[in-house]
């Protein structure tokens, strides 16, 4: 059955809005098809009202002159063809931001969760946000030390980068990410700041996890939590990040906060977007993963960082678990693909009892080149860093030749790597959830660690480094 | 815009539509959707109905919205001002967006691509009564500092082999882009010419002759001029996972290749990287003409966050305007980063329009779409006769580092050299990445007489030296990963050590660094000699019953170690010192042992 529309001009259309139709065609998973509509905008918000009257949010996913798609984020459960009632309001899916949400818990369409009333916005905002002209961004070089050794001395966090973690199931790496939220400071200055936590699909334990650890360290009013649990519906998640980075985006670049978006865990926003696609038919590409996924993950992670002229900056923090520990499964593949570097977990390194295990010779900070040295953390900084990164690839090597030799049978020089890579990793690296350390103090254990090997094997330091910091 | 309605929209998916009621649309026409009136292109037409890719975010865009004709195909503008810009996919001005906009990017904006309130001098070449062709040059004008811009006839304007007379041409002074500064009479006809002109971007611009390659494309990057050159007017491809540093490389090359004209295409990467060429490239000079950088480069800006189409033309976008310069007698250089992001947006729409897919999702007609575009690369005789290069420096991103996917595997078909980024070489922060196994460059024997001119003629041979010394290298490294690098004998021992030290002293470069960042053709030529001096002399040493901790402890080996950071590219002649202490030291080694 094939409709014809003789109105379709947008003024027609806007008359037309918040119009309700009684009665879906299809309902399949999160989808819900209806047909014998106005014409429908692309995109658009709907509001779903089922038999009890609790009203569901959706949007159009897909709109033809006889169909339209609409997707409900809070699913459809409970819903019948006939009792369905659609409301197309002619507009996109907003969120009403505002500075009052910082400190409260919402879901992920930004609904209060704390059974309070939700605060009084500051405007509507498009969830999708619009992309950032590259010749407005500002390029990030403020260093931000977060105390932890690998991460300042050998992947620097930079203000308005979106660093992920790669981690796996059973690695702490909601502890790195709550360290990190504890400890992240700006040299010289108190700054204006506030974080944004999404959470999609994680368990009720973690997201209390990060809640307690904001209020011990006591930042949790200026926390806005967007939590969308492992219980709620799996279609949700794909609004949260967008929900969170709408309020981050209006905090950052309106107000002028410094804000730091941890999210987590983007495979469970991948796997959704995963169920959708399959629903719709959609040609899969790798792993049954739709094609569009790069560009899906760049409209959230580019969503990141500085323009120039207004105050804030957002650094985001992602968290993604490694399926299988794979760091070329399409999610940390196209994620290292978007973001401007990687923290890579290590699961060996977490059984020997390091604490974080993170293994720095796949990890890397894009844009640490810039913000490390002289007047901003200390001129050794960039050859100490190339070098331990060098040193440590060998330290692998030894290893592997120890193990077919034996230690004993190793040349003097590598037995000297070996302890130079015990003492990194042990020492170095390894350090306690509450331990904070500043940038010198890492860059002197750097040096400390470099000591253990003949001055001959430093390539990378000048001579004038290693006669100011080399102590054999 | 004009209001030729061509049809209505029927269904939107994403940045697909489908269009119903067409009257006269045409194929790959430039046509705009609804009020916003977003930019889009005509891609399939079936009887009455057509699918459109729009180039922007179809947000609020209903089944039944007017579609509108523009009666041309997607073009872009040629003429001065395009040097020193930024662009989008489609060509739009990304600083005046952002005048007219503001920092995010709305859509529905239009700003002409070439500023018409411009004035720009003008210079003619040519006297009425002339008889002039298509791609003669009748003028000139100085775009930037470094590029004089030739007006040209558009290749288009005559036919085929046609003549015309020149019947008016203004005189020196300032025009605007869209001022008519020539008329040319050809039998009854007039045409009115100004500076600037249009050309579909899928369309390659016509030449007369197409070269054989000869000259190599300097780059300064030691491992590519003196390992894996490319030519001028060649193409390349750079494949490698995620940090192995193929923006790095990219960016190196824009900042110090020996091209006239810069063209990068940041196709659906970061924003962030763009906003770093925004502020280096001004900043830089480069080292042959003492010039900002900037005033030899285009941007293209197509980051990963902006529409999936836009994306698929902006590859377009990019090429014609080199081709456009080259058209001029310049040697252009476009780097495209990355095509596997291009490749994916053809996926993507592909996907939409449902079309039956072929390998991993992508459209059978991938390796078609690839190979036109590597194709428009080249060394060409213009239609006025001067010579211009096209080279084309691919950027590919395989999904896990895996170089057996499509988009590489199909992209090596293509091309004649091929940069591969090692994982394990960019995790010991061995940078650039390139591996010296993996790589190769079928451009070697057309350089190797231009390179054997400019080294004694020594160049071809010394390559190959070096090279079979990395190949013992690997079989070498096998047997030491077994049994320890101690079972070997010092004769053996010593390729290993030769083999490191070219690795750190000449193949590793850092693009940080203000004197190893870029290394001329002669420093490169004396560097490699010295290292293979060194394997000379040293294995002569060996020979003679030196052992190899001895040679190692030599001062002038640490001196080689650090000469790419210790020898300024002006300074050859430290090379002669080096080289003359190194004989003395190692002989005398020698010496000792023989008596």
Redesign the interface.
């Given at each position: 059955m094939k409709t014809d529309h003789i109105i379709g001009s947008p003024i027609d259309r806007q008359l037309l809005s918040g119009r309700e139709y009684v009665g879906a065609d299809r309902i399949d998973g999160p989808l819900v098809f209806m047909r014998n509509t106005h014409p429908i905008g692309y995109g658009e918000l709907v509001q779903c009202i089922d038999t009890k009257n609790e009203v569901r949010t959706g949007q159009v996913l897909d709109t033809a002159d006889d169909v339209v798609v609409v997707q409900l984020f809070e699913g459809t459960a409970g819903l019948t063809l006939p009792g369905t009632r659609m409301r197309f309001m002619g507009e996109p899916l907003t969120l009403d931001v505002s500075e009052q949400m910082l400190g409260r818990v919402m879901n992920g369409l930004g609904n209060p969760r704390d059974g309070a009333i939700a605060p009084k916005g500051d405007g509507e905002r498009d969830v999708n946000g619009l992309p950032v002209n590259p010749t407005s961004r500002e390029y990030p070089r403020d260093f931000i030390q977060t105390g932890i050794s690998v991460i300042d001395g050998l992947t620097t966090l930079i203000q308005g980068q979106k660093l992920p973690i790669f981690s796996g199931n059973g690695l702490p790496h909601n502890q790195l990410a709550a360290q990190i939220a504890r400890q992240a400071k700006v040299r010289g200055g108190i700054q204006d700041f506030a974080i944004v936590f999404a959470a999609m699909g994680v368990k009720y334990d973690v997201a209390r996890f990060f809640i307690d650890s904001f209020e011990q360290s006591g930042v949790l009013d200026n926390v806005a939590l967007f939590l969308s649990l492992a219980d709620d519906p799996s279609i949700e998640r794909i609004i949260t990040p967008r929900s969170a980075l709408t309020l981050a985006e209006h905090l950052a670049f309106e107000k002028g906060k410094h804000v730091l978006v941890i999210m987590t865990d983007m495979t469970n926003y991948c796997e959704s977007l995963r169920e959708i696609s399959t629903l719709r038919g959609e040609i899969p590409s790798r792993k049954g993963y739709p094609g569009y996924l790069y560009s899906n993950l760049a409209e959230l992670y580019e969503r990141s960082g500085k323009i120039s002229g207004r105050d804030g900056s957002i650094t985001q923090l992602p968290i993604l678990t490694m399926p299988n520990d794979d760091i070329g499964h399409p999610i940390p593949d196209l994620t290292g693909y978007i973001t401007e570097g990687q923290i890579v977990f290590d699961r060996e390194m977490h059984g020997r009892g390091i604490y974080p295990p993170i293994n720095g010779l796949p990890s890397l900070s894009r844009l640490m080149k810039d913000g490390i040295g002289e007047g901003m953390t200390r001129d050794d900084h960039p050859h100490l860093a190339n070098q331990l990164f060098a040193s440590y690839s060998h330290v692998k090597d030894v290893r592997n030749l120890a193990s077919v030799i034996g230690e004993e049978e190793l040349t003097t020089l590598d037995q000297q790597y070996l302890e130079f890579g015990d003492f990194f990793e042990k020492r170095f690296v390894n350090q306690s959830y509450m331990e904070e350390r500043t940038i010198e103090e890492t860059l002197d254990l750097g040096w400390k660690a470099l000591s253990l090997l003949p001055s001959e094997e430093l390539q990378r330091v000048t001579e004038e480094e290693l006669e100011r910091h080399y102590r054999s | 815009m004009q209001d030729r309605i061509v049809g209505?929209v029927?269904?939107?998916?994403?940045p697909v539509i489908?269009v119903?009621g067409i009257t006269d649309a045409m194929m790959m026409e430039l046509v705009s959707v609804?009020?916003q009136r977003l930019v889009g292109e005509l891609v399939k037409l079936s009887g009455t109905r057509a699918i459109v890719q729009v180039y922007e975010?179809?947000?609020?865009?209903?089944?039944?919205?007017?579609v509108y004709g523009t009666g041309m195909p997607l073009s872009v503008e040629l003429g001065p001002g395009i040097i020193g810009t930024?662009y989008d996919g489609i060509q739009r001005p990304?600083?005046e967006?952002?005048l007219a906009?503001?920092?995010?990017?709305?859509r529905g904006i239009q700003r002409p691509s070439l500023n018409r309130n411009k004035k720009w001098s003008f210079h003619p070449l040519v006297a009425v009564g002339d008889t002039v062709f298509n791609g003669v040059t009748i003028g000139t004008v100085v775009e930037t500092e470094r590029v004089l811009h030739n007006i040209i006839i558009p290749p288009t304007t005559l036919p085929k082999g046609q003549s015309a007379q020149i019947a008016e041409i203004v005189t020196d002074g300032d025009y605007t882009v869209d001022d008519t500064i020539c008329k040319i009479k050809t039998g009854e006809n007039i045409i009115e010419l100004s500076m600037m002109h249009r050309w579909p971007i899928r369309i390659p611009r016509p030449v007369k002759d197409r070269k054989p390659l000869r000259l190599p494309l300097i780059t300064g990057q030691r491992v590519i001029d003196m390992l894996f050159p490319l030519a001028k007017g060649g193409t390349v491809a750079i494949p490698g996972?995620?940090?192995t540093g193929k923006t790095m490389t990219q960016h190196a090359i824009a900042r110090w290749c020996d091209a006239d004209i810069i063209v990068y295409i940041?196709c659906?990467e970061?924003?962030?990287e763009?906003?770093?060429v925004?502020?280096e490239f001004p900043k830089l000079i480069d080292p042959r003409t003492g010039r900002s950088l900037m005033e030899r480069t285009v941007l293209i800006?197509n980051?990963?966050?902006?529409p999936?189409s836009a994306r698929e033309a902006s590859i377009y976008t990019g090429i014609t305007l080199a081709e456009y310069y080259r058209d001029q007698g310049f040697h252009v250089a476009i780097m495209a980063d990355s095509t596997s992001?291009w490749a994916?947006a053809l996926?993507?729409l592909s996907?939409r329009m449902?079309e039956m897919?072929a390998e991993?999702?992508f459209p059978a007609y991938l390796p078609t779409r690839i190979a036109e575009f590597y194709e428009r690369a080249g060394y060409m005789e213009t239609l006025n006769g001067k010579k211009g290069s096209v080279s084309v420096i691919g950027a590919v991103?395989p999904?896990?580092?895996?170089f057996s996917e499509p988009v590489t595997q199909h992209t090596r078909r293509f091309v004649r050299c091929f940069w591969g980024l090692d994982?394990?070489l960019a995790?010991?922060?061995?940078y650039p990445a390139i591996s010296w196994l993996e790589s190769y460059s079928e451009y070697v024997d057309d350089v190797s007489a231009w390179w054997d001119e400019h080294s004694e003629g020594s160049w071809k041979e010394n390559r190959t030296k070096i090279m079979d010394l990395l190949q013992r290298e690997v079989r070498l490294q096998q047997i030491?990963?077994?049994?320890?690098?101690?079972a070997l004998p010092d004769s053996q021992n010593f390729i290993l050590e030769v083999c490191t030290l070219f690795k750190?002293a000449f193949l590793q470069q850092n693009a940080?660094d203000e004197i190893d960042r870029y290394s001329t053709v002669e420093k490169q030529v004396r560097m490699l000699q010295l290292i293979l001096s060194y394997w000379d002399f040293g294995s002569e040493a060996i020979k003679k019953g030196v052992t190899m901790v001895k040679i190692r402890r030599l001062k002038v080996v640490?001196d080689i170690?650090?000469m790419r950071f210790n020898i300024d590219n002006d300074n050859i002649a430290e090379f002669d010192r080096i080289a003359l202490r190194l004989e003395r030291s190692l002989t005398q080694l020698g010496g000792i042992y023989e008596d």
């Open positions: - | 209505q029927q269904r939107v998916n994403g489908t119903k609804g009020e975010d179809a947000t609020g865009i209903a089944p039944g919205d007017n930024i990304l600083e967006l952002r906009g503001g920092d995010f990017i709305n996972g995620f940090g940041g659906g970061r924003g962030n763009m906003t770093d925004l502020r800006a980051t990963s966050n902006m999936v992001r994916e996926r993507e996907g449902e897919p991993e999702g991103s999904p896990g580092g895996d994982r394990s995790s010991a922060r061995h030491v990963k077994l049994v320890g690098p101690d750190t940080f640490q170690a650090r």
